[in-house]
């Protein structure tokens, strides 16, 4: 289960890091008084205009952060509830998890048609495998 855990860790570094792009290109576009003041004047009705690419990534935190409690869930409870036997099979596909994730947000970010479902699927699925592993 260490390798399930160290993924497990990984995906929530990750789903704090990545406000890190939308928030940083806030600040530039806002200006740094504004941002330090919470808003600009006028705010939401004259928000300054932001790069698509902004409103993906944050599109993209937001999904893993909807995400990530049902991967915590299933990977809390492999560990609780398993014998240890599924323990490399619930490493395995916590990685696979964490790497799809990371993918997700770099396609989901640079808008490339066609993927963003794909990897979102591959990541949803590694949920439902680590859950079979305890409920099965």
Request: avoid cysteine.
């Amino acid at each position: 289960m260490e390798t399930a855990y160290y993924y497990l860790a990984l995906s929530g570094l990750l789903t704090v890091l990545l406000w890190t792009p939308y928030i940083t290109a806030r600040m530039f576009i806002w200006g740094i008084p504004s941002f330090l003041h919470n808003y600009p004047e006028g705010f939401p009705a004259r928000e300054p205009e932001t790069p698509l690419w902004v409103e993906r990534s944050k599109r993209a935190h937001l999904n893993m952060i909807e995400t990530m409690p049902a991967f915590i869930a299933v990977v809390v409870a492999a560990g609780l509830l398993g014998d240890g036997a599924n323990a490399q099979t619930v490493g395995t596909w916590a990685q696979v998890f964490f790497f799809a994730r990371v993918l997700h947000a770099i396609v989901y970010t640079l808008g490339i048609p066609g993927l963003r479902t794909p990897v979102y699927l591959v990541s949803w699925a590694s949920i439902l495998v680590i859950g079979a592993q305890v409920v099965l």
